[in-house]
């Protein structure tokens, strides 16, 4: 009679598939554990394999939580540079009413608008600029022109094209103009002061408004081109008061959302579906949160009143509030201020870019003109010297030197202190460290899941044949 080998049962088939797959484990622990016939050194093994499992286990989840804490390295470093691209220079009037439009307009209106509050408030000029529109339309007409304003310009040692010069109407100065807004731009390759922008100004104010303001002097604004004017407060210069800037530059960028609080894209006006961004940039150069903000509050200002703060900037199509909607604008304008209007609503649609410049100024002032200087300036008679009359009065006058006290400039930039490399990297190490695993030994977590398969599959066919 003919003995047959007896059948192996599945459950021994299965245990044999397991430890065959545990053995040829590249990891340490549980191989070990398996194969150890010695009682003393399987609880040898045991205890290292937990411990060395729990210190793995502590040490990824504090990866994986510095990981998703986000945290940023600022690099700092200072870049030389030997030729760069002036700013843009914005040059105001600091009173708005300067020219024979406007005596007629400042006429035209009464003593109770003119004593509406306390002179010392010096809100007259406010005042008046809210009901400017029932006279004109056009801001130019109140203000200076260009060629009242700037009596001289000079870049680099040349003298400027005045064409290139544009009317920047400032919702607080009114008649304003911008320098090296547009091609073909001033460059800068010499650090000095004679090398500077160099403009004289003249800020004189018509006998019949000097009571407008008690404040009279030039607004300086220096700005990167792509950006509005109206971001920035700008420099005060007193008459007969010559200002020298020097500037020194600071480009920033942060990584995006979640590493810090501003987002990308916002160069894109499709990026974001938000009505003030995309009003943004439809009349803006570029998009700032500082502008969009401003809009949030007009808006509101608008809904509730019908009419927009005329000291803010406003893209919105609705007239200036006057003396008239007082009551109203002030109490709508405490009401955003007073409350979380700004982060609940105007935050939400106003992303915050990622990258910027800055323009650190360093000003001396030094007494400009004389007696003696203006008489041997009025003695010039050649072509230029057209503005310049006998009339001239030195206190209407101030002089700014704009230049670069260094052509290098500090850059800031961010990168996450924890990389997704970087995560897999520690996490690799620490596996490998204390479980001598690695990214392969999953492959073998895979390979228990197929032999297992394979037995159910061998054992099922058996049964089924006759």
């Known amino acids: 009679m003919k003995l047959e080998p007896k059948k192996k049962s599945l459950r021994n088939r299965l245990k044999n598939s397991v430890l065959e797959v545990i053995l040829s484990s590249t990891s340490h622990g549980i191989p070990n554990i398996v194969r150890s016939s010695n009682m003393i050194v399987k609880l040898v093994w045991i205890a290292s394999t937990l411990l060395s499992s729990g210190l793995c286990a502590y040490m990824i989840t504090q990866s994986f939580l510095k990981y998703f804490s986000y945290d940023v390295i600022t690099k700092t470093r200072y ?5 760069t691209i002036f700013p843009s220079v914005t040059v105001c009037n600091l009173n708005f009413f300067t020219s024979e439009n406007s005596i007629k307009f400042i006429k035209t209106l009464n003593d109770d608008i003119k004593f509406f509050r ?3 408030e010096n809100d007259f000029h406010n005042i008046a600029k809210s009901l400017r529109k029932n006279f004109s339309n056009s801001d130019l007409i109140f203000g200076d022109t260009k060629e009242k304003l700037i009596v001289y310009c000079r870049s680099n040692t040349l003298e400027c094209d005045l064409d290139l010069i544009d009317y920047y109407n400032h919702p607080e ?3 304003c103009y911008t320098f090296n807004l547009r091609e073909p731009y001033a460059v800068s390759f010499i650090p000095k002061k004679y090398f500077s922008l160099r403009l004289v100004l003249n800020i004189s104010v018509p006998d019949e408004n000097n009571f407008i303001s008690a404040s009279n002097g030039a607004l300086v604004i220096i700005h990167n081109r792509t950006i509005s004017p109206f971001q920035y407060e700008g420099i005060c210069i007193p008459p007969k008061t010559e200002a020298n800037i020097a500037l020194s530059r600071t480009f920033y960028s942060s990584i995006p959302k979640p590493y810090s609080n501003c987002d ?3 160069n894109d006006p499709n990026a974001y579906d938000s009505e003030l961004y ?7 150069k570029t998009y700032s949160q500082f502008l969009c903000v401003s809009l949030c509050g007009q808006r509101f200002i608008i809904k509730m009143c019908g009419c927009y703060y005329p000291m803010m900037l406003s893209f919105f199509n ?5 003396i008239y909607d007082d009551s109203c604008y002030i109490k709508y304008y405490k009401t955003i201020l007073a409350s979380d209007y700004v982060n609940n609503v105007c935050l939400k649609e106003c992303p915050l870019e990622c990258e910027g410049m800055t323009f650190q100024k360093t000003i001396s002032y030094n007494h400009f003109t004389n007696k003696d200087w203006i008489k041997y300036l009025q003695s010039y008679n050649k072509n230029d010297s057209l503005y310049f009359n006998k ?3 030195p206190k209407h006058l101030v002089a700014v030197n704009v230049y670069h006290d260094s052509l290098s400039y500090i850059n800031i930039e961010e990168s996450p202190t924890v990389s997704f490399v970087d995560l897999l990297s520690s996490i690799g190490g620490i596996a490998g460290l204390f479980m001598g695993v690695s990214v392969l030994s999953l492959v073998e977590i895979i390979e228990v899941f197929i032999q297992i398969c394979l037995v159910f599959k061998s054992h099922v066919k058996v049964h089924e044949s006759p």
Not at 79 to 83: D, G, L, Y
Not at 278 to 284: A, D, Q, R
Request: aromatic content about 4%.
């Open 318 to 322: 609705a007239k200036a509030c006057t």
């Open 173 to 175: 100065h009114g008649a």
């Open 278 to 284: 995309k009003l943004i940039h439809n009349n803006s």
């Open 79 to 83: 870049i030389n540079e030997f030729k």
């Open 264 to 266: 990308g894209n916002t």
């Open 118 to 120: 306390n002179p010392i």
């Open 391 to 393: 009339t001239i009065d």
